[in-house]
């Protein structure tokens, strides 16, 4: 889709990834860019407008939906981690980051999509992970939310296949943020993750490797998926 002119939505946007979509999205040309936080933020660009969401609260996805009822480009970026194994990782974790990563996420995408599905040139953006190709054993509750969410979409893909709306997964590898604060790993910059996110938007991509890391792992993955799910459980 085209950036220039859009207008755009980012869950989470108050820091981290998010927080460089916002800077990104302006950069490249948005019109105007909804910075969707929990909590309050302070902005001085006019052209970033905050509203109030927590996506796994209905009424305020309800509510942000209707507050915002121009939005052509939507990022699904909001999103939490629990550590954790498959064999005693804390369940409520596990539940928490699929309250979050997967039904927020979809609860997210239904409310704006009647918006989106006459909107002409609209994309939805759901923030992924490579991990949600192939878990990552400490963090097990956390990818299998994230495949769920790369199953949702998928299926928002085809659903709305023929409406114009542009559905896309992008999925990094470790990035340098809070969330991953303290687990030594490669990290990729931030403001380059959201560069090319956006860049991929912008050339019409529905699968975003946005880092060096996840594009040789995404290689790995689509010519043989066992080897990904080997190299990640090393
Ligand atoms: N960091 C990585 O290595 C990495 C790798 C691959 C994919 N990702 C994905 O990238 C996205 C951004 O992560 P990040 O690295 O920027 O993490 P982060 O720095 O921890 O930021 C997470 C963002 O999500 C927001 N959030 C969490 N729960 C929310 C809820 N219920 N409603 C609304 N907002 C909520 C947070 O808001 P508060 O400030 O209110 O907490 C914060 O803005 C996530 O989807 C994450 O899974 C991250």
């Known amino acids: 889709m085209n950036i220039n002119g859009s207008i755009a939505l980012v869950t989470g946007g108050n820091r981290g990834l998010g927080a460089c979509l916002v800077d990104e999205l302006l950069r490249q040309g948005a019109s105007k860019v909804y910075l969707a936080s929990r ?3 302070t902005v001085d660009d006019p052209r970033v407008q905050v509203i109030s969401l ?21 990022v699904n970026n909001a999103g ?3 550590f954790g194994s498959v064999l005693d990782g804390d369940l409520d974790l596990f539940e928490r980051d699929m309250r979050t990563n997967y039904m927020g996420a979809l609860r997210v995408a239904r409310a704006f ?3 989106l599905r006459h909107g002409g040139d609209t994309a939805i953006v759901n923030v992924l992970t490579l991990i949600a190709l192939a878990p990552a054993g400490p963090m097990a509750g956390y990818s299998a939310s994230k495949a769920a ?15 114009g709306v542009q559905v896309v997964g992008a999925y990094p590898g470790g990035i340098d943020t809070d969330m991953l604060a303290g687990v030594e790993a490669e990290k990729a910059d931030p403001r380059v ?15 975003i490797w946005p880092d060096d890391a996840s594009a040789g792992a995404g290689e790995v993955y689509l010519n043989d998926p066992a080897r990904l799910e080997r190299m990640l459980a090393g």
């Open 149 to 163: 969410a790369h199953s949702m979409t998928q299926a928002l893909r085809s659903a709305v296949a023929g409406d």
């Open 39 to 41: 909590g309050p933020v």
């Open 80 to 82: 939490v981690l629990g």
């Open 113 to 115: 999509l009647p918006a």
């Open 54 to 74: 927590d996506v796994t609260e209905p009424e305020s996805v309800e509510a942000a939906a209707k507050a915002a009822p121009d939005v052509t480009l939507l």
């Open 193 to 207: 993750v959201a560069s090319r996110i956006v860049a991929g938007v912008a050339r019409g991509d529905t699968t």
